[in-house]
């Protein structure tokens, strides 16, 4: 299948043959990325998705069984073929299906989406905890000091090679100072119980809580839910949070007073907790996005993620350099 070209994609006439033994009969489809195709059949639009290994692709499969039914709608779930089967092999992929469901993503800079996400995320972790054991023991999981300290280091690597801009270059000290504190004062011991209770009480984060990620049905309710499987793991629901405020503060000049006026109670109990305002400081969005980046060399990538660095950053020095004062 060539994902730039429809053509191709039509003209390969195995995975049509494929689908269509699935009881699939496509007549128009679109990539959203190599493996994962909106297509629209007479019984309506779906979307497939392509896993390399059958283990994920079941594992996935499993979890979406769980929230399946649930009202309101906590995650957008898989379904089955018409011909009832549960996957496709195909080429190098196992594909899946799930309806295509209609709704728009969030916008973070509109407070009633921030809110439906808010809300959308406390559903999801109070239904999660329900999940059984023997599919709970096989999430991933992972140390987030580990996890970022990783990150930082990638980022320190590639800006030791890169052909900065004259805009960027001013920026970088900071950039830098900002992971390097932050790991230096990770409050280690409050994380680390974190996490063993979160174990102990089968906590799991959706791990995405991008807005790409969310659907909102603005016609029926202003509720939202989540969908996407890929990044579920066993670690502390915080970590889903602090996420979600990395994501939405720069849409609010990183003002915790706008936050107050937002945020639920789910998301506002965690910035009174020392471990993880000390958290907000890591930038940990700067550095994905620049490891991303600086990674593939790609020009207009680098320019993009130029400007997302420098749109909100005297808003987010501010923010930061008061938490450091108040820490220090």
Not at 54 to 73: N, V
Not at 139 to 163: C, G, P
Not at 216 to 237: G, H, M
């Amino acid at each position: 299948m060539n994902r730039e070209n429809k053509d191709g994609f039509q003209g390969d006439r195995l995975f049509l043959k494929k689908m269509k033994e699935s009881g699939l009969d496509i007549i128009d489809f679109g990539f959203f990325r190599e493996n994962v195709i909106w297509i629209k059949t007479p019984q309506g639009k779906y979307v497939l998705k392509g896993f390399h290994r059958l283990e994920t692709c079941q594992k996935q499969l499993k979890l979406s069984k769980l929230y399946k039914g649930e009202k309101p709608r906590i995650m957008g779930t898989y379904t089955v073929f018409p011909n009832n089967k549960r996957y496709v092999e195909f080429g190098k992929y196992y594909w899946a299906i799930m309806p295509f469901y209609k709704g728009e993503e969030l916008h973070f800079g509109n407070p009633k989406d921030v809110i439906a996400g808010m809300n959308a995320i406390s559903r999801f972790h109070s239904f999660s905890k329900n999940i059984p054991s023997n599919i709970y023991n096989n999430l991933s999981s992972y140390s987030l000091y580990k996890k970022w300290s990783e990150r930082y280091e990638t980022f320190k690597y590639y800006a030791r090679n890169a052909k900065w801009s004259r805009d960027m270059q001013p920026l970088l000290a900071d950039i830098l100072m900002w992971g390097k504190w932050s790991l230096e004062h990770f409050d280690h011991s409050a994380v680390e119980s974190l996490e063993r209770k979160a174990y102990k009480r089968k906590e799991i984060t959706h791990g995405d809580v991008a807005p790409h990620n969310f659907v909102l049905n603005k016609e029926k309710s202003r509720e939202a839910y989540l969908i996407d499987f890929d990044l579920f793991a066993a670690v502390p629901q915080a970590y889903d949070w602090l996420q979600y405020a990395n994501r939405i503060l720069p849409f609010y000049y990183w003002s915790y007073s706008k936050m107050e006026e937002i945020g639920n109670q789910d998301y506002l109990k965690w910035f009174g907790k020392k471990w993880f305002v000390i958290c907000l400081v890591f930038p940990t969005d700067l550095y994905r996005e620049w490891n991303r980046a600086l990674k593939s060399g790609d020009q207009d990538m680098i320019e993009g993620v130029t400007k997302f660095t420098l749109r909100d950053f005297s808003h987010r020095k501010k923010f930061v350099d008061r938490i450091i004062k108040k820490i220090e």
